[in-house]
């Protein structure tokens, strides 16, 4: 008889599969509770922005209102912003930041706008019609002290009870991850600037 290694290959991976299946399917099944989430994309790593918005554009697509509030950024219109400025009937989007704080060099005018911002997202956190809530560097705010974290938690844990957060920044403190359902490090290995390559339309803004 002639061996059949891919044969033989081919039975080990469906057995895998299938064990595999059986795993997923039971933690599928376990997962049944139903409410909104808070989500926090921190670290060094690019795609921590992109990642909320990503998430925003999937909740548009589910016919869901959605809201966002930009903590830092807001020197230059960036991609996402002109997109979603063409569904204002879906998304509100609330430009608060005056740009990077390197770039402001002023603290008390940005603990104002923080305190603007926050003004702006506590709207939104008390509205049930929005499904789901981007509070875009707000950990960077929150990094600096320039607003009390408690305060945010507790704004937070006062929402909806079937609203989403997404919240982004590098640095966010050990309370809110506490605070969080899901929270995602995001890790350098490469990028483009190191080598002297300038943010591009698209990619970075």
Known sequence: MMNDPDGARDERHKARMERKKAVVDAKIAAAQQERGVIVITTGNGKGKSSSGFGM???????GMQAGVVQFIKGAFPSGEEMFLRRFPDQCRFHVMGEGYTWETQ????????AEAAWEVARGLLRDPAVGLVLLDELNIALKLHYLDVG?????LRARPPMQHVVITGRGAPAE????????TDMTPVKHAFQQGIKAQRGVEM
Do not use: F, K, N, Q
């Open 106 to 113: 002023d603290r008390a005018r940005d603990v104002a706008r």
């Open 176 to 183: 809110l991850i506490e605070a969080a359902d899901t929270v």
């Open 151 to 155: 305060m945010v938690i507790a704004d």
């Open 56 to 62: 925003v554009v999937r909740a548009l697509g589910h």
